[in-house]
């Protein structure tokens, strides 16, 4: 199994692995997927690699704008599979299939694993609350004399989040979040629903073609994924 170590040095796996995004795609998609790789990597071949420095713009200017670098960075640790800092290509390929050309309840998971701090495939309340206040700025609110709202915002977080695993908890002890009540919950998240639609935001980081769909899903509506003849779909990581 491949696993990606996250922050706090913990484990988690990814939505999908390397050979099941390659085996995903279309060949003119990887064809596209190869070309973006070549255009970030920093010796413009498939054998190089993309930095995380260029990584991280690439997605603020493309899925991500006015996204709290916390939140990009933490996209990036889930991208970066193997935790050696930089983005190989069967890497770069999940990162494509799981923003574009993948299903919507994919993205879902992927979101979920943003929240999921220490990678145990559950949330805490500490996790979700660090996200949540990080998509939500709240260590950049002012007050209109300048001066930081975070401590005077602080309780109403606390207050957001026992309602949210209150009301999202199957076993009714609202101490953790699995993924189906994150499911349950990301229904009626404000949150849930922006990120997800700044990531929809990004459908033509690869290519440049206009689709006659829009991006309009909600957070359970599946965008279809394509399964084709795959040429690379023996893309193998060395972990």
Request: aromatic fraction near 10%.
């Amino acid at each position: 199994l491949f696993v990606c170590l996250v922050m706090g040095g913990r484990q988690c796996k990814p939505v999908v692995e390397p050979r099941e995004a390659g085996r995903s795609l279309r060949p003119d998609q990887i064809e596209d997927v190869k070309t973006k790789f070549r255009e970030l990597s920093a010796a413009g071949n498939l054998k190089s690699s993309i930095t995380k420095d260029d990584l991280t713009k690439w997605l603020a200017l493309e899925f991500l704008p006015k996204t709290h670098p916390f939140i990009i960075d933490r996209f990036y640790q889930l991208f970066d599979i193997d935790s050696n800092g930089t983005i190989e290509f069967a890497e770069f390929l999940v990162l494509a299939y799981l923003l574009v050309y993948g299903p919507e309840h994919h993205r879902l998971q992927l979101v979920f694993n943003l929240y999921d701090l220490d990678g145990t495939g559950k949330l805490t309340r500490k996790n979700f609350q660090k996200i949540s206040s990080a998509l939500v700025k709240i260590e950049d609110a002012k007050t209109s004399q300048g001066e930081n709202m975070d401590k005077i915002l602080k309780p109403f977080a606390d207050l957001h989040t026992s309602t949210v695993f209150v009301h999202s908890s199957i076993d009714g002890l609202g101490q953790y979040m699995s993924f189906n009540e994150f499911r349950r919950y990301a229904v009626t998240s404000q949150m849930v629903h922006s990120i997800l639609q700044s990531i929809r935001s990004g459908r033509h980081a690869f290519s440049r073609e206009k689709y006659a769909k829009n991006n309009r899903y909600g957070p359970f509506e599946f965008i279809s994924s394509s399964i084709g003849d795959n040429r690379d779909g023996d893309v193998k990581m060395k972990l």
